[in-house]
Structures are given as structure tokens and as C-alpha cells.
């Protein structure tokens, strides 16, 4: 049902006065619009009652500035799965490397990946942390990556490389591995202007 509520007709004063002279008109009755007017008034004036309300989700709202569980920030960085730790900036990227810099301090950085990769061991220094061979939690392919973290003059750098080896040709013969590997079975080099 539509409810309607209307203004009080406008008090007759000099702007009015002075609008309706412009207009060329003496009283709101000979302006030539009213009845468009008086139409979008009415419109203006209604709605349509109460909006139905959508079904109950199986997740309690939240308000506006908490996050769904799972949910991420809208921006946030990834690199190769692992989200851009705060304070750190993507300074380059390319399929097999990226390098970040930033200026959070190199322990809080180690804390950080420890908690979103498995690694055997990982190499301490004074101005660098590096974690060898390493996989990123939750992911399927299974790729090795290594995460080198240095500090330069207060600002830390890192660098992530994926690692992963393509996997080995099968059922090549003994001569064909040579040829690839662009060798003689003797271990010397083939003929340049044969191999390319």
C-alpha cells in the first residue's frame, strides 16, 4: 500500500511573488506546468511502505566494517598464495619471481611466514633470514618456493623465487636424454649450428 504524504502549499512572499512574474504568471493557477508539477510532488511525496526483508542467511549480519569469516580485505596482495604481509609493497613481479620492500622489522616478517608455509629449516643471519625449500599452506600443486629476506640500510627486502623443477621426461632413450641435454654421449658439446 502507498502512503503519500504532502507538503503545505507554498506560502505566498516576494520570491514567489517575484518568480511568478517571470514566469509570467499572477497566481500558481496560469502557470502552464502545475499539473506536472502537482504530479511530481505526489510522487516525490510517496513510497512504496515497508520493503520485504530478504531470508535469513545461515551467517549472522555483521556490521559493515567486520569481515565474513574467510572473508579477505578488498586489495589485498597476493603472492604466489601467500598475502602481502602489512607495511610491505610489491615492487616487482613476474611468473617465477616476485620482490617486495618494505620497512617491517625482519623478525616480525620470519613470524609471519613461519605461520603461512612448511619448511624443514630456515637460515638465520644478522641481516638475513632464508627459508631454502619451502611449500605454501593449502596449496595443491605442490610448487617449492624460497623466500630470501634481507635488511638494507633499515628497510627490509624479500624476495620469493618458485623452485619448482619440470618434472622428468619419461621413456626417452639414452641417446635422446643427450641430445636434450645438447651433449655426445661422449660429454662434449654438439654442433652449435645443429642444435639451434
Not at 512572499?13 to 493557477?29: I, M, W
Not at 619448511?119 to 633470514?129: D, F, H, R, T, Y
Request: hydrophobic content about 35%.
Amino acid at each position: 500500500m502507498m502512503r503519500c504524504r504532502f507538503a503545505a502549499p507554498p506560502q505566498r512572499g516576494p520570491r514567489l511573488e517575484a518568480t511568478l512574474a517571470r514566469a509570467g504568471a499572477s497566481d500558481l493557477g496560469n502557470v502552464r506546468f502545475a499539473p506536472y508539477a502537482l504530479a511530481v510532488a505526489m510522487l516525490i511525496g510517496c513510497d512504496s511502505g515497508p520493503t520485504a526483508r530478504p531470508a535469513a542467511t545461515s551467517q549472522p549480519e555483521l556490521p559493515p566494517d567486520r569481515l565474513q569469516p574467510g572473508e579477505k580485505l578488498p586489495g589485498v596482495e597476493t603472492t604466489f598464495g601467500i598475502e602481502v604481509p602489512r607495511g610491505m609493497e610489491v615492487t616487482a613481479r613476474f611468473p617465477d619471481v616476485v620482490q617486495l620492500r618494505g620497512r617491517v622489522p625482519l623478525p616480525d616478517l620470519v613470524k609471519y611466514y613461519k605461520q603461512h608455509v612448511k619448511v624443514a629449516a630456515i637460515e638465520l643471519g644478522n641481516n638475513q633470514a632464508v627459508f631454502p625449500a619451502l611449500y605454501v599452506n593449502g596449496d595443491q600443486t605442490k610448487r617449492v618456493y624460497r623466500i630470501v629476506i634481507t635488511d638494507q640500510d633499515g628497510r627490509r627486502s624479500i624476495r620469493m623465487t618458485d623452485e619448482t623443477k619440470p618434472p622428468a621426461v619419461r621413456g626417452l632413450t639414452e641417446a635422446e636424454r643427450w641430445q636434450r641435454a645438447g651433449l655426445q654421449p661422449d660429454g662434449t658439446q654438439q654442433d652449435r649450428l645443429k642444435v639451434y
